[in-house]
């Protein structure tokens, strides 16, 4: 059974950092990323990593959070991270751990975590 474990979450002031972390368990994915949603808005594409089985990695980026935010994973861990920095008020949203096997990963989800940042 697969399973998406979040955690990383919290609440952090504005211009502020804070990591997060999503565990696989169950199988292994070429694909995992975030995606976030606001209260009263649509869920969104935050950020995807693909593995192409050897050495190479693809990131793809929101182009709200390019150049601030860093997805990197740890495949002996199974785990996709999640670093945000200059964190705006904006960013506020529970975030969702996503995996599949193409970029944006869709096939299975978390439960989210959420981030709030404050002014």
């Given amino acids: 059974q697969v399973q998406l474990a979040e955690s990383g979450g919290g609440l952090v002031q504005a211009g502020g950092s804070l990591r997060l972390s999503c565990a696989a368990s169950g199988r292994t994915f070429s694909a995992m990323g975030w995606s976030r949603q606001a209260p009263g808005k649509e869920r969104e594409f935050v950020a995807a990593i693909r593995w192409d089985g050897g050495i190479k990695y693809y990131a793809d980026y929101a182009d709200s959070v390019k150049g601030r935010f860093t997805i990197s994973r740890d495949n002996a861990k199974n785990t996709v991270y999640l670093q945000m920095n ?23 989800w978390g439960q989210g975590t959420q981030v709030t940042v404050s002014s």
């Fill in 86 to 108: 200059s964190l705006k008020p904006e960013d506020t949203a529970v975030y969702i751990c996503a995996a599949g096997q193409a970029v944006p990963p869709n096939d299975y």
